[in-house]
Structure formats: structure tokens, C-alpha cells
DNA sequence: CTGAAAGCGCTTACAG
DNA sequence: CTGAAAGCGCTTACAG
């Protein structure tokens, strides 16, 4: 039996301070990075010492009692293992730095983040929360009261801090690419949650493929979940009507979804891009191998995630807030590959 | 400015118990269901509808440190957006249920999990800790006193609680399929960490190769991280003296890695499977849409994440541990696709 | 069946 | 510069 040796007591303020022949509220001051012109140096070099021997860690659960608030700051998303997201998590930690530590939660499965959701992780006391493409109603029956910066949330910017990708330039560039190539009609497989980003996705797509005489099939919607398999049997479902309204292109709102259209289009005996050019939305780094590859509007996750760790550091502690606010250029942009 | 509305006051158990005009050990008792034959069906009623009325959510950092636990259970992992992650999370989400609570910690950026990680969570007072592919001295500074059950950790089995694939088999299969086609020589790209699970993926392979006459190059170690990028640029530097051993197939210790694979062949203008065969582990979805698609060898992460969760729920809560064990198998097997 | 009270381990005015 | 003490919001014996 893997039994754990017998726990140790944990090492409490309490005992850190009798070794150092302090309070309690010294080692605290200390430990907190308090202590500047409030303990000699010589009790603080007693207590850092203590803290070293001990390896003394304080408490979350008591900290975050007594403050009101932990250090944690909580990313909630719907889809968590979408690679996308290792971009944006990768820039979330690197603006966070150390004083926060990050922790991740999933959506209820295959839904979106919702308010129920942010009460349940509430209770953690989090210093921030930051949630990655809420559902329509997020906002409306949110507990507030903790700082909340959502990503990837188009239209509720007057209503919450939001950082957005500026989208329009990478889908105008996919609408002329696919205009020139001489593309008249195109099917969209849209994402199945109602995220506002793929609702902007879609509508951004079908006015700029107005703007080049092409006309946007997503009526009625044909959708699907990030899962590859689902992404094919929905374009298999959907392709007879779109060919025969004469559609030569595939675009789906995600390269998860995309590599879905590329089975079904291999298993339909069509080749890519000759019988149908196909294209997604992220850039995902497996979209380079594909076959073919996959030509993709490629949406900056790391940017998006520092942008949005550095809004939220501003709203935790407005005073400390770096001055420059910087988060680069969100833009998307157009990765062209052979699907194209 | 998002400014969000003025805070409300949080809702607490006193003022639940106000309103049903009972105490407030009497409301914590039943929001915690321990009612049961301690608290009158009508008191109970009425701190129920009163915790309706108020929206009232126990405060995890005060329970916590009442209870000496919460119940959050983290997953502390070294690749959190490998897609081969998300079949895991979802795996112990599910078995995990609505009791417990899944956060999730990337380790230290590139890092694999170590003892400092588990240190600064266990401060959260988790419920219990899942640690996937810890690094190899991760159990000698280890701080203890938490339900811990590893993953991915083969060669730990003696000193804690582990849950592992059976690679065997697949790897097995993957010998004899490369012998049947004809190879000897396999170069092999290895992943950066060294992680226990990598040394076995690569030890086994070595030895099946062996007993089919192949031989296995992974001396010097060709290594890189789950970067496409870097697995390509890798595998371009290795593929010289590769090649002058005479070898005709690559596998990889992972699928991300092979995809960089795959995109170095394309770049040394190698063709896969005819001039070179190339193979990896893990399965990933987007590795049945590759150029070529991939063959490689299959790990149930949805299995492994439930029975980790299962093996975890039996440490915290020994007496409710379900009596089967049955966590479904988790065995290795290969899926043969054109790659090879 | 019920409630008063101690205690979980911190942080933070406050008094010195 | 330092420490005693109140308080954060729960949970859990304990006494009734």
C-alpha cells in the first residue's frame, strides 16, 4: 500500500515566531514583504531564518480569510484543452508573474462559462477572475465584487473589462484570398456554443465575403463541438446541400473544427483545395502538418492572454498598475497554406 | 470604465441563520447535509429557503480552515494545453463529480511538476493533489500530509500512489509492425523532460526493437519540448546522422513531437511513409488528419484520468471508496495509419 | 434536536 | 519598532 508517511504537523506563523523570539505579527509583516521601516533588521533576518528551517508557508485558507482575498486568480474556460489555449495560459502566467498563482477551471463540460460557474469559484476568494468566451447571459446574474476581465467576448465591453482580438483584418484578408482564387459561394461550420466570438466570427465573415461578391452559406447553421470526429460527421451531414448550392470553400470557425472538415472531405473522396478549399480560425500549430495544410486566420494567444493578466492586474490594484497599458496588437492576421 | 456595480455584501451564515431564524450551527449542518437526524425537517426547510432567498454559498477559505481541508482538488500537470491533456481532465472531472472541485496548475513554465509546486497548492489546503509525470527526485523533498495519487509516473509504484499506462503492448505492436514493414534502424525523438514516463516509453521501444532485430538510435539523445517548432528543427539536425545509421523509421515520444516530425521531413523533402516512417505516441486527434496520418500508439488519457480520480477519492475518503476498483484498462495499443 | 463557544491560522488596526 | 488582540466565516465537539 502507497500509505504517506504519518503527516507532519504543519508549521504555522505561530511556530515560526517562537523560533525567531518574535510575535506573530512580525513574522506576518515579514513573510508579506512588510516590513520596510516597521521591523528592525535584525528580528526580520530572525524571522527569514525561521522561515528558511522551517520551511514555513503561510496558510491560503487563513491568509485569504483574514484579507478577504487569496492570491489565487482563477481562468475559466470552455475548452481547456483546445492547444489555442496553451498560447493564452502561457501569457496569462508570464504577465502574472509570481505574486499570483493561476489556477485553471473548466467549464461544465461542453458548456460555456456561466454565472453559476464564477459563484462556485467565488467562494475561493480569488484576487481576479478571468473568463474566456462567457455565454450571452454571462453577465446578468453575476456575482460581482471580485475584478473580472473577460477574453475573447465581443460586445459586452461596455458592460465588463474585455480584451478582444481585432478579428476584421484577418477575416477581410481570408475573403479576398478566397475571392481571388476565384471562390463564389462558401459553407461555414459554425462552433456549437453560442460564444459571442463565434457569432463575430461568422458575421464578420459574411459581410466581408459580401464586400467580394461571395456569399456566406450559414443558413440553416451547421455546427459542432471541438471534438474532430463531431467536426466530420457535421460536415459530411452538410455537404450535399452545400455543394449543390455550389459552394467551392470551407471555413470553420476553429482549426479544431477545420481538421474535422478534412477528414470528412478525405472520407467524401474530395481533394483539398482542388474539388474544396478549406480554412479555420486560431493558426493551431498542428494546422502546419495537416493535409493539406490549412490555411488559417491566426489569432495571437499569448497576446490575447498577456492583455488580459495585465487588465486584470489594473483592476486588483489600480495604484500599482503599470503605467503602460501596451498589451500589443491583437490584430489576427491570414496564415495561408495548400487547403487555400 | 467597467467599473463593476459597488460590491454586495457577501452572504454568510449568519445571516442565513437570521433570517431562518435558527443558529448558525444549524445552517452549516444542513448546507453541508449533515442534517440528517441532528436538525428538525422543519428548521432544515428553512434554512434551505432561506440560503435560496439570499444566494448564499459557503466561503472556501473559512471552511477550509475550519475543516483543515477543502475541497478542491488540484491536477498539477507539465503540459496542460497538450491535447492529450483534455481527455485526462475530463476523465477525473468525471469520476471526480460535483463533490469535489478540479483546479488545474501548469508547473513551472517547460518544468515538470516538483516538490516546490505541490508546496506553494498544498497552502490551498486541497482535498487531495494529482500530480501527472512528475520529475524523477519529485518524492524526496516531498511535503506530505495531502491525498496524492501520480500519474504518468512509472518506477514511483513503490513509494506512493500511481496510476500508469500499460505500455507494453502498444509498444510491442509497434515493433513488430515497423519489422513486418521492413525496417532496422529507428531514430528516436525524445521528449525534453525526463519525465519517468519518457525514459520507459523510449526503454521499451528499445527492447521490443530489439527482440524484432531493429535497432533503436537514442544515443546521443535527439530531445525537444511538445513545440512543433522545435521538434522540427530537432529532428532536421538529427536527420544526417540518422540516416547515415541507416535509419527508415522515426518514432517519437509523443504526437506533438512527431508532427514536428513531419514537418522536418516535408522540409528535408523526405517522404513519409516511402523514404521514412514516422510514428509517435498518444494518438491526438489531429493526428488522424496529418500528412500522412499518423500512426501511433493509442493511450486511453480519458481512462487514466478517471482511474487516477478513483485511486484519489479512495485516499481522502477511505470508508465511501467505491468497492470496485475497476478503473478500466489502460493499456497501450497501436493505430496503424499511413505514416507507416 | 439546538445553540453557545472554541478554534482553524492568519492580517491588521491599535496602543505602546 | 513591537506585540496583544480582534476579527475573517466557518465547523465541530460539547452541553443542554
Redesign the pocket.
Known amino acids: 500500500m502507497s500509505t504517506l508517511p504519518p503527516a507532519p504537523r ?5 511556530m515560526v515566531a517562537e523560533r525567531a ?9 515579514v ?2 514583504g ?1 516590513a520596510r ?8 533576518a530572525r524571522v527569514l531564518a525561521a522561515v528558511a528551517e522551517l520551511g ?4 491560503g ?3 485569504a ?4 482575498t487569496s492570491d489565487i486568480v482563477v481562468l475559466l474556460a470552455p475548452d481547456l484543452p483546445n492547444p489555442f489555449f496553451g498560447r493564452v495560459i502561457k501569457g496569462v502566467q508570464e504577465e502574472l508573474g509570481s505574486r499570483y498563482q493561476l489556477l485553471l477551471s473548466a467549464a461544465a463540460s461542453g458548456a460555456q462559462p456561466n454565472a453559476t460557474d464564477v459563484r462556485r469559484l467565488s467562494s475561493l476568494r480569488p484576487a481576479g477572475l478571468l473568463v474566456s468566451a462567457p455565454g450571452p447571459d454571462f453577465l446578468d446574474d453575476l456575482p460581482t465584487g471580485t475584478p473580472l476581465v473577460l477574453l475573447d467576448a465581443p460586445g459586452l465591453e461596455a458592460r465588463a473589462a474585455v480584451v478582444n482580438y481585432d478579428l476584421a483584418p484577418g477575416v477581410e484578408e481570408l475573403a479576398r484570398h478566397l475571392a481571388e482564387r476565384g471562390h463564389r459561394v462558401i459553407g461555414y461550420l459554425d462552433g456549437a456554443t453560442p460564444a459571442a466570438t463565434y457569432l463575430l466570427r461568422r458575421e464578420l465573415l459574411r459581410e466581408a465575403a459580401a464586400r467580394h461578391g461571395m456569399t456566406l452559406l450559414a443558413d440553416p447553421d451547421v455546427r459542432s463541438g471541438p471534438d474532430l470526429a463531431e467536426a466530420a460527421a457535421a460536415t459530411l451531414a452538410a455537404l450535399p446541400a452545400w455543394r449543390e448550392a455550389g459552394a467551392t470553400a470551407i471555413v470553420a470557425a476553429a482549426d479544431t473544427l477545420a481538421h474535422g472538415v478534412l477528414a470528412a472531405c478525405a472520407e467524401a473522396g474530395l481533394r483539398v483545395p482542388e474539388d474544396v478549399a478549406v480554412a479555420g480560425f486560431d493558426d493551431l500549430p498542428a494546422s502546419a502538418v495537416t493535409a493539406p495544410s490549412l490555411t488559417s486566420v491566426a489569432l495571437p494567444g499569448d497576446a490575447l492572454g498577456r492583455a488580459a493578466a495585465h487588465r486584470l492586474l489594473a483592476l486588483i490594484a489600480p495604484d500599482e498598475a503599470a503605467p503602460e497599458e501596451a498589451p500589443g496588437p491583437l490584430a489576427a492576421t491570414l496564415t495561408v497554406r495548400a487547403s487555400t
Chains 1, 2 share one sequence.
Open positions: 504543519r508549521v504555522t506563523a505561530a523570539g518574535t510575535s506573530i505579527a512580525t513574522v506576518s509583516l513573510v508579506n512588510k521601516g516597521r521591523i528592525s533588521d535584525e528580528n526580520a514555513y508557508v503561510v496558510d485558507a487563513a491568509s480569510l483574514a484579507r478577504g
